[in-house]
């Protein structure tokens, strides 16, 4: 896990975990929350999102590939990175569907959300209709919409 101290300066930690499912071992995570301040108008909102996808960029542009860092197991940086991407995806499919808007996750960035989160995602459908039913937005026409989901961003045990 990568940790900036106050003086921005990049400390990487090692992550023991206790076992399958559960937090590393003698490590609680910080009392942090990011939210939008009530009434804050769309654009004020957006850059919110600008600045928080800026600084998921920083900490994984500064992670070493043999980082490990918490979500449900041990994940590297290009999990973290997989995780933002479908985050800032599916809730900006979700704010497009509430405003009736017709907006669809681009191919590509499906494409790679796809295969690092849902490697059991459907193959033979495009990529943006997949992650949408994968993530339980939509249903395909041979699949109802999922209710439950989940993504596998943490990797199997290493040894």
Not at 58 to 67: C, E, I, M, N, S
Not at 103 to 132: E, I, K, Q
Not at 133 to 151: F, I, K, N
């Amino acid at each position: 896990m990568v940790v900036l101290d106050d003086g921005g300066a990049r400390r990487a930690r090692p992550v023991r975990v206790r076992g399958p499912g559960r937090r590393p071992a003698g490590r609680r995570l910080p009392p942090l929350d990011l939210r939008v301040q009530p009434g804050a108008p769309p654009r004020e909102a957006l850059r919110a999102v600008t600045v928080s996808a800026r600084l998921l960029r920083a900490a994984v542009d500064a992670a070493d590939p043999g980082d490990r860092a918490w979500h449900w197991g041990p994940c590297d940086p290009a999990g973290f990175a997989a995780m933002g991407v479908a985050e800032v995806l599916l809730h900006t499919y979700d704010i497009a569907q509430g405003l009736g808007l017709d907006w669809r996750p681009p191919t590509d960035l499906s494409a790679l959300v796809l295969a690092r989160l849902f490697p059991d995602a459907p193959a033979a459908v495009p990529p943006p209709d997949a992650l949408l039913w994968s993530a339980g937005r939509a249903a395909l026409p041979d699949r109802p919409r999922r209710t439950a989901w989940s993504w596998r961003a943490a990797l199997p045990q290493e040894d």
